[in-house]
């Protein structure tokens, strides 16, 4: 609910409304992919059977699997959601909402018990169809396959446009403020430190409390809602909000640099109870409680950042360019010092490790000045 009045201002029955029909709709718009894939195959496939053809619909049904199966890979999260929903509520509650159906109970369970079942079906048809077809129609039958996978793996992709066609209108009233988006990903942070606290020193809780701190921290760091307000010369105003917003990913990435050193219950805790006092600030509008609750730390610009990520790699590629020109070097060596000057470079620039980045240097070394020794 939160989620559908911060983010999408309209009715939560209207929003399960729009899931139905981008749902359908994308599923419509996957079958006729499916056809149309089917008869480019079939195109393809005449002549290269001899005597002996495939049935027509062995490519459609090959597509039309490997969507299924794409999309129930991309759907892994909500089948794991359905199960955990499906313990927690027991053999009482399940068989309460069997007698009390409602759609939004079995929409999302029966999608993906129905894509299930369609993929285990399709799957089994083109198996056995396509072990006794000629080598050449196999291979488009594979192709046909790779194709809607890749079709399938875009499914959520799909249905998220079509979401945003249908609810477009819906929210022209309100637009969405600049931090609706933090709002909601903090709420959905500190609810999962919340349910987490049961096993706050499992690896897993700690990792999907810093996966939604890192979204929270995108949103944070996202300024489109303040460009679209001010023009391009208004560059006071957009360094202000800037500087903001640095301040408050600053803030939530502390949050996160703590929850992974935590050691104590108590720690835990008080993490938990630090979001929590910033939802309740955020939500309330509160910016000056939000900020002193816990002070971040000074935001930095993107230019030092940058600066400061590549200043030693930039000053490596400028000796590269100037040793090899300094009188008294030979052709050999300053080839030899500007390639590994450039190496060491770009090793300055990835995340590896200081012994790495020595073993790298050092076979470099070997192998470029070895061979100029005589």
Request: hydrophobic fraction near 50%; charged fraction near 15%; aromatic fraction near 6%.
């Amino acid at each position: 609910m939160l989620h559908a009045w911060i983010r999408n201002r309209y009715p939560v029955s209207l929003q399960f409304v729009t899931n139905y029909v981008a749902t359908v709709v994308t599923a419509v718009g996957m079958a006729a992919a499916t056809a149309t894939a089917g008869v480019v195959a079939a195109v393809f496939a005449t002549g290269t059977g001899g005597s002996v053809r495939a049935p027509w619909w062995l490519f459609p049904t090959a597509t039309w699997a490997a969507i299924c199966l794409s999309a129930l890979l991309v759907a892994r999260n909500d089948l794991r959601e359905i199960v955990s929903l499906f313990r927690r509520l027991g053999l009482r509650g399940l068989l309460w909402r069997v007698t009390h159906p409602q759609i939004a109970y079995w929409f999302v369970p029966g999608m993906v018990l129905a894509t299930g079942a369609v993929a285990a079906a399709a799957l089994w048809l083109t198996i056995e169809t396509a072990l006794s077809a000629p080598p050449g129609q196999q291979l488009l039958t594979a192709a046909a396959g790779l194709f809607g996978a890749i079709l399938g793996l875009q499914v959520g992709r799909w249905i998220r446009i079509v979401q945003e066609l249908l609810s477009r209108r819906y929210r022209q009233p309100q637009r969405p403020r600049p931090l609706d988006a933090v709002l909601v990903e903090l709420t959905a942070a500190t609810s999962a430190c919340f349910q987490g606290r049961a096993q706050w020193w499992n690896p897993r809780n700690i990792k999907m409390v810093r996966a939604r701190l890192a979204v929270a921290t995108e949103a944070a760091n996202d300024t489109s809602a303040i460009r679209r307000r001010t023009s391009i010369t208004e560059v006071a105003a957009r360094r202000q909000a800037r500087q903001f917003h640095a301040a408050l990913a600053e803030l939530i990435r502390r949050h996160d640099r703590a929850i992974v050193q935590v050691r104590t219950a108590q720690e835990y805790d008080a993490i938990t109870a630090s979001l929590r006092l910033g939802v309740l600030a955020l939500a309330a509008g509160d910016l000056a409680a939000l900020m002193q609750h816990s002070a971040a730390e000074p935001p930095t610009s993107r230019a030092a950042r940058l600066v400061r990520r590549t200043g030693s790699s930039l000053v490596l590629v400028a000796f590269a360019v100037v040793i090899p020109l300094l009188p008294g070097v030979d052709s050999a060596t300053g080839g030899g010092v500007r390639v590994l000057l450039l190496m060491t470079a770009a090793l300055a620039l990835t995340p590896a490790s200081d012994s790495a980045s020595s073993s790298i240097r050092s076979a470099l070394e070997r192998t470029l000045f070895t061979k100029g020794t005589p």
